[in-house]
């Protein structure tokens, strides 16, 4: 099998991937195990212009090298900071009200993107398969072709693709758009995310696409897919169980004193809906006294971009709006919202998962969302818990036993609270069963095998080593 060099704006360490870390670093590793080859990208250090252009920091874990190198300041602000989290990210989540744009910011994306791709050359073999990771990147493919290389090429979007009105809100959206169609394969995690993406191609960019994914667009041909990413149920599960006898679940346990448990975990983010969660869990405990003082809402949002604006903001938000229900329904011995801003360990928040009655996923907006996939295959079979989900999340494709909610919806989401802890427990069982088909069908290992499987599979005379010419 040819080498597998996979680029992404994080590179886990070697020992985030020998499961500590689990998820997605552990999936991504087990390709590189089998194939060998190269994991590159930014080290998530700022450092000095001459500390960044001294080349790759390399690592060899067994037949994987880990590539990383540091970003100078400005790069950082314009390219991770700016483009990436101000403008990229607020607008593939259909936030176009949180979105700012700079050309600066704009320029430096690209150049930071050329800048990796240059280092990354010199690590590349002529049949090296490279898939490339996330909105931060797209345009380091356009880059590689740039300098002749003609390799297979993928590249996989972790987040929504935005239906083409929401796109040209950003100016050089064709650009963008141009330079994925460099790659080879690119990836989407939902039907919905492909077909915004073609619906662009062939209303704004005069090209063609095919229901089973035959892309011609600027010159090139490119194979699109849906590739929903997954977790391993099983090592949830045993990391579920695992954690159960151990000493911090127990005393959370204890001092819930027999109160039901709701648990939400996500990076502290708008697309989250995090306000509208705690606002519809007020509305509950408004709406059913009975419950009061009966069942807890444990948030944990460890913090993320925090020098972005809006992430600030959010965070204002967040605790004022906990502080605010807390100030209202709190007793002497009661708390109904447990908001803890900082990060657990994985096998604590799975058997957390485990201990809970609710789970509740209610992004806005979500690529996938494996915090909801997580949720159920932490679950004990005999006697699971509910997932509320959000109809935004691209889990909700497959999550079909979960409680669906619009988290525009307060009321609803009250409701569907409401019905998750009254739940008989057959109905939760047939539920979590519904669920577990789909994670052990889509699996973090399915994912992975079938993007690469596509990938390896692009036929040689097709390779097209020229950059896009303008359809127009
Ligand atoms: C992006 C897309 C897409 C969270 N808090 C802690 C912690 N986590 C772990 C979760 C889960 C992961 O982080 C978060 O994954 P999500 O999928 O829920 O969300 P994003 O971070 O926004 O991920 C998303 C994903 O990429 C994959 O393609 O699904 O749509 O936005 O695994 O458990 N882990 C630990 N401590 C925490 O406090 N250890």
Not at 94 to 120: C, I, K
Not at 313 to 336: C, K, V, W
């Amino acid at each position: 099998m040819t080498r597998l060099v996979v680029v992404s704006n994080r590179v886990a360490s070697p020992t985030e991937t020998k499961g500590s870390a689990g998820g997605l670093a552990v999936g991504v590793f087990g390709a590189l195990k089998d194939s060998g080859g190269v994991w590159f990208g930014w080290s998530g250090d700022v450092v000095s212009d001459s500390v960044a252009n001294q080349g790759p920091k390399l690592e060899q874990d067994g037949a994987v090298t880990f590539a990383t190198v540091g970003l100078p300041k400005k790069d950082y602000d314009q390219y991770y900071r700016g483009f990436s989290n101000a403008t990229l990210w607020p607008v593939f989540h259909y936030r176009n009200d949180l979105a700012v744009y700079d050309r600066d910011e704009y320029a430096g994306y690209r150049r930071v993107n050329s800048w990796l791709a240059h280092r990354a050359i010199k690590l590349l073999q002529p049949d090296d398969v490279i898939w490339v990771h996330d909105y931060h990147l797209i345009p380091f493919g356009e880059a590689l072709r740039s300098e002749g290389v003609t390799n297979r090429m993928g590249f996989f979007l972790h987040i929504p693709f935005p239906s083409p009105q929401i796109l040209l809100n950003i100016p050089p959206h064709e650009e963008l758009v141009k330079s994925l169609c460099c790659y080879d394969v690119v990836g989407f995690q939902t039907p919905g995310d492909q077909a915004a993406f073609h619906d662009y191609i062939v209303r704004h960019a005069h090209g063609t696409a095919t229901a089973d994914g035959e892309v011609e667009a600027f010159g090139r041909k490119l194979k699109t897919g849906v590739y929903r990413i997954g977790i391993f149920p099983d090592e949830i599960a045993e990391q579920a169980t695992r954690g159960e006898a151990r000493q911090d679940v127990m005393d959370l346990k204890q001092s819930l004193e027999g109160r039901k448990l709701i648990m939400s975990v996500d990076r502290l983010d708008y697309s989250k809906g995090l306000v509208e969660r705690f606002k519809a869990f007020e509305h509950f405990l408004e709406k059913s006294p009975e419950w009061r003082g009966n069942v807890t809402l444990v948030q944990i949002a460890p913090p993320t971009r925090s020098d972005v604006d809006t992430y600030q903001q959010i965070r204002h938000n967040l605790e004022y709006e906990a502080g605010r229900i807390n100030g209202r329904y709190s007793g002497l011995d009661y708390t109904p919202i447990r908001y803890m801003n900082q990060r657990y360990d994985r096998w604590k928040l799975m058997s957390l998962f485990r201990e809970s009655q609710i789970g509740l996923v209610t992004p806005l907006r979500d690529g996938m969302n494996l915090v909801a996939k997580e949720y159920v295959a932490a679950q004990n079979p005999d006697d699971p818990g509910v997932l509320v989900l959000s109809q935004f999340a691209g889990a909700a494709d497959e999550m079909k036993g979960a409680l669906m909610v619009n988290p525009h919806d307060i009321v609803g989401m009250s409701e569907a609270i409401g019905r998750a802890l009254s739940m008989p427990l057959a109905e939760r069982r047939e539920r979590y069963e519904t669920n577990m088909v789909m994670l052990r069908k889509y699996d973090l290992g399915v994912w992975r095998d079938s993007f690469l499987a596509d990938l390896r599979g692009v036929k040689l005379d097709k390779q097209q080593s020229k950059r896009p010419a303008n359809n127009k």
